[in-house]
């Protein structure tokens, strides 16, 4: 649990708490970031890429929040109740212990009629009194659109062009025109219920009475626990891997089965820098790692309603620059993305730009074919067969990846400066040939094997011969350079090297040198490799974690499991980690980050294996 220090009350516009003092909380449609202070400064409705209606943690001023603490100095602690998405934030003042209980049912499993959507605060006293105070403060449209505020029958309407939010409340309400507060003091055993609803379309809005609210809160808690008693992991980090696993299931979007690489935009990968993105989105990659990890621990519901998405909603297309499949789409399978600015937020302590929309959807990264056919050779291994229609399309993207894999492309880092002939996609090149070819001959499936294992064969060639670098005696970003690349740690994983074979030792040595500081990871060194843009950045979490299944590979048990013990501090309160940690063990970039996640379950089932 965090402890912050005391503070005094809520100031009308708080400064900016760090990325890494949040929770999260969600209902598989979208999320709410929830500071340790207990304000709600990020929340996107009706879904993850919807525009903002709290944005503070982009903007203090103009970004809107939902603030509710006590009204006194107090420290807090905050802390997700026992093996579920329902976080807690508990404030302990002179007078007293209260506690904010934050969650949105999942719908279908808590009584409520279908298609209600709703974020629920229940404050608690639980020792002595606590005054406390709250203020709901929405800004539509990222902050742009204005709204207007309306009673209605003891129900106060939030009402903009686009979007409209009901808030009732236990506890009576003081509106300005379009904010709505109240101070309030409970005594020990009694509570105060907020409840905030999406009212568009049919839904009507509806008080949310302290009954209801109690059969809401243990609904939703049923529903996580009996979600994650599906898992089968038993080894010594369960709290963790299954912290990051109800994470992971927070990012999955449950009518369509798409999966987000983070569900926030423009958290900066250094502040004050410019390296602030959209990851609101399903990108090929980080998806197909994700149905890895969760099938590792026995969830094959969410890699079969991954494949559903795939079936459902992406159509590969030919002849654009960007190969069959764009490197990512909308939770919705659209591929339009376009990328803008929002000049009129500041961005998170200052970093702007905030951007929306992703301009890397039309980049061409050759790695995604491997990592979503090796997802998928996986999902046909230890879930259930894919249909003959997928191995239809399995075959027409290995067709194009034997046509097309030796391309120069922008690389597994998105990087802005130019086309290489990146290692990596290479590397995923083989592994999504190769993959498919284990998949045919198991099941008997009609291929071109011949054409695929002699593409497989060159593709091995080149690297050996041009992946390699004499004077670094390492294999290298790209062909005919001599930086190195974290992203090389997935050569052994992915079965392409031996884990012990001398070449890939001597690389494993130079990757320590190079970009490794106390087991953190750097992903390269912009300064040698210049991928665009301007600043510098922190470690990149997930390159950690391959690092410490590396080191497993290699036999160094000792090392992989420090390395992996010291990346367990840099978690959260909460065990969350955002894209990347910085000099000072801060967290970086958007926030909470789905690769990072599937990564620690992935080096933690690995190493708790080869400890026995």
Known sequence: MAETPFHEGLPRHPRYLPIAEHGLIGDLRTVALVGSNGTIDWYCCPSFDAPSVFAAILDAERGGCFELAAAVRARTKQFYFPDTNVLITRFFTEDGVGEVQDFMPVAGEAPTEAGR??????VVCVRGTVPFRVLVAPRFDYGAAPHVLRPQDGIILFESADRSLALTSTVALECDGRDARADFKLGEGESA???????????TPRGCAHAEAEHQFNATVAYWRRWLHQSRYRGRWRE?????ALTLK??????????????????PEQIGGERNWDYRYVWVRDAAFAVYALLRLGFSGEAEA???FLTTHISPGWGDGSGPLQIMYGIDGRSELPERELPHLEGHQGSAPVRVGNAAAGQLQLDIYGALID???LYDKWAQPISSGQWDDVCRLVDWVCDHWDQPDEGVWETRGGRKNFLYSRLMCWVAVERAIRLANRRGLPAELPRWRQARDTIYRRIMDRGWSEPRSAFVQYEGGDVLDA????????????????????????LTGDLVSDSLVYRYDPQASPDGLRGDEGTFSICSFWYVEALVRAGRLDEARLAFEKMLTYANHLGLYAEEIGRTGEQQGNFPQAFTHLSLISAAFNLDRALG
Do not use: E, N
Not at 193 to 201: P, S
């Open 117 to 122: 959507h709703r974020l629920i605060r229940r």
């Open 193 to 203: 219920v907020f409840a905030l609803d999406q009212v568009d379309g049919d839904v």
């Open 240 to 244: 963790m891997v299954h912290r990051s």
């Open 250 to 267: 927070l990012l999955t979007y449950a009518p369509t089965g798409a999966i987000v690489a983070a569900p926030t935009t423009s958290l």
């Open 306 to 308: 991954f494949m559903r």
């Open 375 to 377: 997802s998928i050779y």
């Open 487 to 510: 992203s090389l740690l997935m050569m052994p994983l992915a079965k392409f090297i031996a884990p012990t074979d001398p070449k890939w030792l001597s690389t494993l040595d130079a």
